[in-house]
């Protein structure tokens, strides 16, 4: 049998730990929580086009705006996902998605420093990001159907 030193265990403690680190930084971190408590990284999004939008239950631009976003993502050129600004838990969103009769997915998010955008100073406040999750626009206010037949031309020429 072979005995290791203390400095060699001492060494190989700290190769382990540096590989463990790597391995850890190879994934992508997660960004969000769903409403099912699932997290969810950015990454998963980057097959399309991504509009992020920030509502609050108190808004009513926010609600009003929310059947137009639905549509949005029924489209299928751009996908939507909305964080209410308030902190919610994912039961409560579901409450909220019920409630609201919202149907695109509804996310916390964990960390918003390792986000591409800041959080908003104003609502509604929508963030378009590329397939490679870069930001490509900050669109404050309600959204319309121009906004989002602009949203959707870009998304048509983005490709």
Known sequence: MH?????????????????????????????FTDAAGKQVALAEFADKPLLVNYFAPWCAPCLREMPLLAALQREGRIRVIAINYDPASPAELTELAQRYRIAVPLMIP?????????RPSALPTSYLLDEAGKLQETLQGELDEAKLAALNAWATRAR
């Open 3 to 31: 005995r290791v030193s203390a400095r060699g265990l001492e060494m190989k403690r700290i190769c382990w730990l540096f590989v463990t680190t790597l391995l850890g930084a190879c994934s992508p971190p997660p960004g």
């Open 110 to 118: 964990l960390d918003e420093a390792s986000l591409p955008f800041p």
